[in-house]
Nanobody, 118 residues
């Protein structure tokens, strides 16, 4: 059984910063790409950023420059540093991990709420 647990969400004023963490635990094989998604009220879940096992990163165009994804492979943890936050960044943030070497599976965390006040 694999679990992903996000943490670090909360309430922050516009212009502030937050750092989200997502730790994988359980019967973990190889972790391939790890990613962050978010879902704002009344909207579909959208992709935020991704990082491969080699450390290559990519971001949603609208977020590039404000958000930074990183990972610590020794801790099976992925991070999302969010700077210059805006009220429109308010959402539940989810992490996803792709695991396995032959057959690959996606695992999701339960989400962490980020609220940015104006």
């Amino acid at each position: 059984q694999v679990q992903l647990v996000e943490s670090g969400g909360g309430l922050v004023q516009a212009g502030g910063s937050l750092r989200l963490s997502c730790a994988a635990s359980g019967t973990i094989g190889s972790i391939n790409a790890m990613a962050w998604y978010r879902q704002a009220p009344g909207k579909q879940r959208e992709w935020v950023a991704i990082i491969t096992s080699a450390g290559n990163t990519n971001y949603a165009a609208s977020l590039k420059g404000r958000f930074t994804i990183s990972r610590d492979n020794a801790k099976n943890t992925v991070y999302l540093q969010m700077n210059s936050l805006k009220p429109e960044d308010t959402a539940v943030y989810y992490c996803k991990a792709n695991m396995g070497s032959g057959t690959r599976y996606d695992y999701w965390g339960q989400g962490t709420q980020v609220t940015v006040s104006s």
